[in-house]
């Protein structure tokens, strides 16, 4: 009479045949006079009973040390710090990208609602997402469009996304500021396609988004924002945005005359979406993420570790 024992024996050598010597299933079902699904379940009770255990190598380093400090300090959710090697003065924009697109591509969730954002970043991101099928996966465009046509526009960035991932999307048809704040509310809350917008911005499961800094005198596009406005929020303390959204070095948001002028998710909703990710790396973009994490808007920071090493600071 077999006992459990000698079942472990036998899941163990069923688990070496094929994970270390190559020997596929269906061979090892013919030798044993087993059916090919009773070796996959074997399998699967060698991996429950911790039999197999599988280790993944990732292609990129990851700081964990910094990460755990990182959401200590910032009582934020989750951190992702990507080290740099010994020979790289700091971590590009492109490499940060394609790190997120391989956390994004497995983390990916159906009958889901995602808003994405805008910026060098978040196109690095969808330009190295893997081509996938998705189910009920739904993109909504978080700000209006930028005019320059590239990767970094969120039109683009949405279009983009959505054909990677054969998701369904919802657009925004107008630029991320317009004339007044009569227009804005106009735009949002008196029209077909801003109530769509805004319904689906109350949807949203997750929002992926990159953050500015003021501080090279650039929001946006020029084209957009005035230097008059810059200039006034540089007055009243700006370090950076997240989607349009103005802040301090505390993190509070600062009212302007551009702030009504802006077609973006409103702070207020963009809170109550339950996973708020941030992508941005750069010393120089520092004082923009402490901000930005002293506000309220992310729940998920993915940086690089000597950006890391200066919020801990």
Known sequence: MRTQKDRDYQLTQIAIMHFQKGVSQQDIASRFGLSKMTISRMLQEAKDKFILQINVTLPFQIDLQKAEEIVGKYQIKTAIIVKSSDNEKFVTTELIGKIYAFYMGIALQENHVLGMGVGKTIGQIVQNLFPMNTQNLHIVQLMGGLEDVNYANPFTIVQE?????????????????????????????????????????????????????????????????????????????????????????????????????????????????????????????????????????????????????????
């Open 161 to 313: 996304t959505c054909r990677k991932l054969h998701a369904t999307g919802t657009y925004i048809s107008s630029y991320a500021t317009v004339e007044s704040k009569a227009l804005r509310e106009s735009f949002l809350y008196k029209s077909e396609i801003g109530e769509r917008v805004i319904g689906y911005w109350k949807k949203c499961k997750e929002a992926l988004f990159g953050i500015g800094t003021i501080e090279k005198g650039t929001l946006l596009s020029p084209k957009l924002v005035m230097v008059e406005e810059i200039q006034k929020l540089k007055k009243l303390g700006a370090v950076g945005d997240v989607l349009g959204h103005c802040f301090d070095s505390k993190g509070n948001f600062i009212h302007t005359n551009l702030e009504d002028r802006l077609i973006s998710i409103p702070t207020i909703i963009l809170k109550k979406i339950e996973n708020r990710t941030a992508v941005a790396a750069g010393a120089e973009k520092a004082s923009a993420i402490h901000g930005a994490l002293l506000s309220g808007l992310i729940t998920t920071l993915v940086t690089d570790d000597k950006t890391a090493a200066v919020l801990l600071e």
